[in-house]
């Protein structure tokens, strides 16, 4: 009697805390129906609180996929819409542009929340690009990368409270728009006055 209340009390408190405990932004991101291979070694990273006191609670997963990033976004844009997630298209989305051969850059927003997905190349390219881009003073020219053993991408997905995401707003009071004027000094002061000088006395 004394194992069985033991086990009815305790499994019940167990699993409710650690329900309690998970993120449910971060277990929404575990729930989107990715292959296994769009989705390995997932690193998250947390700031912020939920209750946005001082900061609103900022998520980040950081995951690899083995597929090159054009098949690996169209995976995760389809887990996207079939989760809820709408795609959005406004100013400041990226922040800086993507060329077309480096990745992708995609916004998302689902009630509250908005999402920015992120599909580059894998890490090994990017350090080979860098390298290449940014050499050191004396040093050799990088090897180039064996095309076979540098393959795949990298997922960033970035997750914000729409609260603290100004992006897409209009400004409720605009100020004055266009090219201040140059100031225009009045003309009937007395310096602008043309006077006729006092003859010299002869």
Known sequence: MSLAALVLLVLPAFFGVRAVSQDP???????????????????DFETGNSLCLGVCEFRERVSESDQPFGETTKVYSKALSDAGWAE???AGCPETPVRAEEGTYTCWQRDELTLDLSVSLPGCAVDQVSAEQNPQAGAEAPEP???????????????????????????????????????????????FQQTNPTPEAS
């Open 145 to 191: 990368i064996d095309p076979a053993s540098c393959v795949g991408s990298t997922v960033s997905i970035k997750v914000w409270n729409a609260i603290e995401d100004e992006r897409g707003r209009e400004d409720p009071a605009p100020g004055p728009q266009g090219v201040q004027p140059d100031p225009v000094l009045p003309t009937d002061d007395s310096i």
């Open 88 to 90: 959005r298209k406004v």
């Open 25 to 43: 932004v971060l277990a929404s991101l575990d729930a989107l129906a990715v292959p296994e291979w769009a989705s390995k070694n997932d690193k």
